[in-house]
Protein backbone atom coordinates (compact mmCIF):
# COMPACT_ATOMS: atom_id res chain seq x y z
CA UNK A 1 0.00 0.00 0.00
CA UNK A 2 1.27 3.65 -0.87
CA UNK A 3 2.01 5.52 1.68
CA UNK A 4 -0.35 8.20 0.87
CA UNK A 5 -3.35 5.54 0.67
CA UNK A 6 -2.03 4.85 4.21
CA UNK A 7 -2.32 8.62 5.08
CA UNK A 8 -5.79 9.12 4.26
CA UNK A 9 -6.81 5.42 5.97
CA UNK A 10 -5.83 6.24 9.07
CA UNK A 11 -6.69 10.10 8.74
CA UNK A 12 -10.45 8.77 8.30
CA UNK A 13 -10.08 6.43 10.89
CA UNK A 14 -8.92 9.38 13.17
CA UNK A 15 -11.90 12.07 11.48
CA UNK A 16 -14.26 13.14 13.76
CA UNK A 17 -17.25 11.24 15.00
CA UNK A 18 -20.64 12.50 13.67
CA UNK A 19 -23.96 11.79 16.39
CA UNK A 20 -27.44 12.48 15.76
CA UNK A 21 -29.33 13.41 19.03
CA UNK A 22 -33.19 14.34 20.19
CA UNK A 23 -33.10 17.54 22.13
CA UNK A 24 -36.38 17.16 24.80
CA UNK A 25 -35.51 20.30 26.25
CA UNK A 26 -36.43 22.63 23.59
CA UNK A 27 -40.28 22.89 21.97
CA UNK A 28 -40.90 21.67 19.18
CA UNK A 29 -38.03 19.00 20.29
CA UNK A 30 -35.50 18.83 17.91
CA UNK A 31 -32.42 16.31 16.12
CA UNK A 32 -29.38 17.66 16.82
CA UNK A 33 -26.64 16.25 14.50
CA UNK A 34 -23.19 17.07 15.09
CA UNK A 35 -19.65 15.84 15.86
CA UNK A 36 -17.61 15.19 18.66
CA UNK A 37 -14.45 17.87 18.28
CA UNK A 38 -10.68 17.14 19.13
CA UNK A 39 -11.05 17.98 22.63
CA UNK A 40 -13.99 15.57 23.02
CA UNK A 41 -16.86 18.00 23.27
CA UNK A 42 -20.26 17.72 20.95
CA UNK A 43 -20.56 20.39 18.37
CA UNK A 44 -23.87 20.50 16.88
CA UNK A 45 -24.48 21.79 12.92
CA UNK A 46 -27.41 21.12 12.76
CA UNK A 47 -30.76 21.37 14.46
CA UNK A 48 -34.01 20.06 12.90
CA UNK A 49 -37.25 19.52 12.97
CA UNK A 50 -37.77 16.30 11.65
CA UNK A 51 -36.70 12.73 11.72
CA UNK A 52 -35.99 12.05 8.20
CA UNK A 53 -34.16 15.37 7.78
CA UNK A 54 -32.16 14.41 10.61
CA UNK A 55 -30.95 11.24 8.81
CA UNK A 56 -30.59 13.25 5.76
CA UNK A 57 -28.23 15.65 7.42
CA UNK A 58 -26.22 12.98 9.45
CA UNK A 59 -25.88 11.27 6.26
CA UNK A 60 -24.32 14.32 4.30
CA UNK A 61 -21.99 15.40 7.56
CA UNK A 62 -20.55 11.61 8.16
CA UNK A 63 -19.27 12.07 4.31
CA UNK A 64 -18.13 15.65 4.49
CA UNK A 65 -16.36 14.79 7.80
CA UNK A 66 -14.55 11.77 6.01
CA UNK A 67 -13.64 14.14 2.61
CA UNK A 68 -12.25 16.94 4.80
CA UNK A 69 -10.29 14.12 6.93
CA UNK A 70 -8.73 13.11 3.13
CA UNK A 71 -8.34 16.38 1.80
CA UNK A 72 -6.15 17.26 5.10
CA UNK A 73 -4.56 13.63 5.07
CA UNK A 74 -3.33 14.73 1.71
CA UNK A 75 -1.84 18.04 2.44
CA UNK A 76 1.71 17.63 2.49
CA UNK A 77 2.78 16.11 -0.24
CA UNK A 78 4.69 12.46 -0.42
CA UNK A 79 8.42 12.47 -1.39
CA UNK A 80 7.34 11.01 -4.91
CA UNK A 81 4.42 13.90 -5.52
CA UNK A 82 7.82 16.53 -4.58
CA UNK A 83 9.85 14.59 -6.76
CA UNK A 84 7.44 14.09 -9.68
CA UNK A 85 6.24 17.58 -9.28
CA UNK A 86 9.90 18.70 -9.68
CA UNK A 87 10.47 17.27 -12.79
CA UNK A 88 7.57 19.01 -14.09
CA UNK A 89 7.97 22.24 -12.55
CA UNK A 90 11.43 21.74 -13.97
CA UNK A 91 10.19 21.46 -17.29
CA UNK A 92 7.57 24.44 -16.98
CA UNK A 93 10.35 26.95 -14.99
CA UNK A 94 8.28 27.06 -11.47
CA UNK A 95 9.97 26.33 -8.39
CA UNK A 96 8.77 26.19 -4.83
CA UNK A 97 6.32 23.37 -6.31
CA UNK A 98 5.20 21.81 -2.82
CA UNK A 99 4.32 24.94 -1.13
CA UNK A 100 2.02 25.51 -4.28
CA UNK A 101 0.46 22.27 -3.71
CA UNK A 102 0.00 23.23 0.16
CA UNK A 103 -1.54 25.90 -0.96
CA UNK A 104 -4.12 24.55 -3.50
CA UNK A 105 -5.39 21.73 -0.72
CA UNK A 106 -5.17 24.89 1.84
CA UNK A 107 -8.04 26.47 -0.44
CA UNK A 108 -10.14 23.12 -0.66
CA UNK A 109 -10.00 23.23 3.20
CA UNK A 110 -11.02 26.50 3.68
CA UNK A 111 -14.01 26.74 1.06
CA UNK A 112 -16.44 25.59 3.43
CA UNK A 113 -15.69 28.41 5.75
CA UNK A 114 -15.99 31.25 3.01
CA UNK A 115 -18.87 29.57 1.42
Known sequence: MSEMVERILEAIDDAP???SRVNDLV??????????SADGEP???HSV?????A???????ERE??????IAAIRLPTL???LAGARKAAELGHREL????????DSILEEKKEG
Open 17 to 19: RVF
Open 27 to 36: TPRAYEIGYI
Open 43 to 45: VVV
Open 49 to 53: ASHAL
Open 55 to 61: ESCQYDL
Open 65 to 70: VVARAA
Open 80 to 82: GMV
Open 98 to 105: ADEYTAMI
